[in-house]
């Protein structure tokens, strides 16, 4: 029997969302919600605006789509926080996988900065809420590490609010972290030697 094949469809669907939501990150994160139009969107995704009304049915929500991209993105990092790990080890893979998704995702880290600047307009209630859930279960974690001995006691949600803080900072204000490294922009081994300094200093402070 023949092997069923995707719905071309929904592949096409998956596509052209993607190419707007890339589009969106783009532009949002150059001229802000306001200053931004359909139109500029629809023209970045080589896309008919057509197309892309016919996706989303306003700006507002191709918005709000391009920040829960981005906190899938920060999902996927903190996933290395798991029981299953010594706190060494999941430490250094959480700080690794969060540097790479900023360094490869910019303009994504910038646009929720300015987001947040301006009062948090866009982020739904529920994102707010998966936000949490997510940080309480790596609390729940690291609170069980502490209990067993393998790490001093440290306010759980603190540490993941300096952590958050130190690897957004490479992307959100990279001018001033080029400036204070003498380069004019960051590279690749840039973003590697932030991992490991970032990780070998906090490691140094809160490992038994």
């Not at 200053?35 to 970045?44: D, F, Q």
């Not at 940080?135 to 209990?147: C, H, L, Q, S």
């Amino acid at each position: 029997m023949a092997k069923a094949t995707k719905d071309p469809e929904g592949k096409i669907r998956e596509r052209n969302m993607r190419l707007i939501i890339k589009a969106g990150i783009e532009i949002f994160a150059r001229k802000g919600f306001d200053g931004t139009r359909i139109a500029e969107i629809a023209e970045a995704s080589g896309l008919p605006k057509a197309n892309v009304y016919y996706y989303f049915s306003s700006k507002e929500e191709i918005y709000t789509a391009v920040i829960a991209h981005l906190i899938a993105g920060w999902d996927d990092a903190l996933k290395h926080i798991s029981p299953d790990s010594e706190p060494a080890d999941a430490f250094r893979a959480y700080i690794r996988a969060k540097l790479d998704y900023t360094r490869k995702n910019v303009a994504e880290a910038r646009l929720f900065a300015s987001e947040i600047i301006q009062g948090a307009r866009f982020l739904k209630k529920k994102d707010r809420e998966h936000m949490r859930e997510v940080t309480d279960v790596r609390v729940k974690v690291v609170e069980n590490w502490i209990a067993a001995g393998k790490m001093i006691a440290v306010d759980p949600r603190h540490l993941f609010i300096m952590l958050w803080a130190a690897t957004q900072y490479y992307a959100q204000f990279e001018p001033l972290a080029a400036d204070a490294l003498g380069k004019t922009r960051l590279k690749l081994e840039d973003y590697d030697k932030a991992a490991t300094t970032i990780a070998d200093t906090v490691l140094r402070g809160i490992l038994v």
